[in-house]
């Protein structure tokens, strides 16, 4: 194992050799915070998911009437696609950064690829 991917029970290691490790998580203010946050990342991320599908339903019919994509749709598209994968990112644990708008900013609509 690389010193970047420690062992599972690492998490649960006393530094300090003393109490119960798992009493100590539980008793942890940040962890409490963290859990948090969390809850209302999903919240949010269902809000964006709702948000992403009326987006995709206008670009549709945008297209279905006019025959060509709007750019506007497609940038707002970008942006709920980017805000979900930021918190997908924040819930899994890949990154300590909060999401908007608890702390990160709103992703642009540029798209990555061109």
Not at 14 to 34: M, Y
Not at 61 to 80: D, H, M, P, T, Y
Request: glycine residues 8%; negative net charge.
């Amino acid at each position: 194992m690389s010193d970047n991917n420690p062992p599972a029970d690492h998490a649960f290691a006393d530094e300090n050799k003393t109490g119960n490790p798992i009493e100590e998580n539980l008793k942890s203010g940040t962890t409490w915070k963290r859990g948090l946050f969390m809850l209302i990342s999903c919240v949010l991320a269902s809000v964006a998911f709702f948000a992403g599908s009326v987006i995709v339903v206008l670009g549709f019919f945008w297209v279905l009437v006019s025959g060509e994509v709007n750019r506007q749709i497609k940038e707002a598209g970008q942006c709920v696609a980017a805000y979900l994968y930021d918190i997908a990112r924040y819930l899994t644990f890949n990154t300590e950064e909060k999401p908007f708008p608890m702390g990160g900013e709103w992703p642009t609509g540029a798209s990555e690829k061109k």
